[in-house]
Structure formats: structure tokens, C-alpha cells
């Protein structure tokens, strides 16, 4: 059953007083080739993102109908994450790659690359299986074991727990439990910002 998990600066050109050394500085933006001036572009590509690297980043996201569901903007220190090393979504990975330091981005992620809905990850629980200080209700949450019955307490993990809420509950006292992610079959909107590359 699939697992649900709740995203160089040189210092040669600087004097010993810290002040910018450039021997071009005094040169012509253009070169003259004998007929006509053509001007040349001083341009320097700017660093960018790439698979390996750590970045600082916010993002928010919203949902189909443009409400905002999260925002790293809300407080704390914007987070960082390793390109490439599952910390989001592989879809929010892509968008961060090729992505300069202050460059901001606008993306808009089907469910397939966020999170899909998987009909294995519903579930019945009959009342002999249940271990909770109340009947179970509709619209409760509760941890699910996604291990075999005979499995002992000791040997239970993080990875063998799954959270769930309770859809409906059946006339026997079964109850349906739906552990796919809360934002499951849904298009998601994100409006990224790469705050810095460290």
C-alpha cells in the first residue's frame, strides 16, 4: 500500500581595501571593427538552481477555487530544501530548477503530480479492530496501522502508521476510513519565490 508523507562569490577582483577592481572599467562598451561601432553586452549569466543544491525558498498555495491553504510566509523563517531530495513535491522540484535567487514563479499542479487519489487507501475497520476511548464518528481522524494483525507493538513504526477520517460508518459498526492526503484529487496553485541559493 503506497505511503502517504504529511519542498560561490570570487574574491579576486576586490583590492586589499575591499573596493572592486575591474581593469575593464576604463574600456568602451563597444569594439570597433574598422567600418562601425558594435556594441557589446556586459551581461553575466545570472547562478540558478540546479538538482543538488540548497535552497531557501517560500511558496503559497492555493486551491481550485483560489483559497490559500498554506503559506510559509505566515511566520518563521523561510524554509530550505535540497533540489532533488523529495523535501516537496516532484512537480515543485521542476519548477524550482533553473530558477535564480529572488526570481518568483507562478505554477499550477494537476493531481496526478501532487496527490493523486488511490481507492486502496480507503479502508474498512470492523468494531473488533477498533482501539479508540469512544465510538468511532464520521469526520473523526485517527491513526490507521498499515501492518499485518499479528505484528507486535514493539516492532510497530513511524512508517507503519497512516492517518485517516472517518467517512461513514456502517448498520455492523464498520467504519470507512479514507487515508488519502486531505488535498487528494485536487489542482493546486502555487506562487513560488527561490529567496536565496546557499
Not at 12 to 36: F, L, T, V
Not at 168 to 175: K, S
Request: aromatic share 6%; glycine share 8%.
Amino acid at each position: 500500500m503506497p505511503r502517504r508523507n504529511d519542498f560561490h562569490a570570487s574574491h579576486e577582483n576586490y583590492g586589499e581595501h575591499g573596493s572592486y577592481r575591474d581593469d575593464r572599467r576604463h574600456a568602451p562598451p563597444y569594439r570597433d571593427d574598422g567600418r562601425r561601432h558594435v556594441f557589446e553586452s556586459r551581461n553575466e549569466t545570472a547562478r540558478v538552481a540546479r538538482k543538488g543544491d540548497r535552497l531557501q525558498i517560500h511558496y503559497t498555495c492555493f486551491d481550485e477555487e483560489g483559497k490559500k491553504l498554506e503559506s510559509t510566509h505566515d511566520g518563521g523563517p523561510a524554509p530550505t530544501i535540497t533540489l532533488g531530495g523529495g523535501d516537496v513535491l516532484k512537480a515543485l522540484e521542476k519548477a524550482f530548477t533553473g530558477m535564480a535567487a529572488g526570481e518568483r514563479k507562478t505554477v499550477t499542479i494537476q493531481p496526478k503530480d501532487a496527490f493523486p487519489y488511490d481507492e486502496d487507501l480507503v479502508t474498512e475497520i470492523t468494531p473488533d479492530k477498533w482501539q479508540l476511548d469512544e465510538p468511532p464518528k464520521v469526520g473523526m481522524t485517527i491513526d490507521v496501522l498499515d501492518a499485518p494483525d499479528d505484528i507486535a507493538d514493539e516492532n510497530v513504526n513511524e512508517d507503519d502508521i497512516m492517518q485517516g477520517v472517518v467517512t461513514e460508518i456502517l448498520n455492523d459498526g464498520t467504519a470507512i476510513v479514507d487515508c488519502n492526503h486531505p488535498l487528494a484529487d485536487k489542482t493546486l496553485t502555487f506562487e513560488l519565490e527561490l529567496v536565496k541559493i546557499l
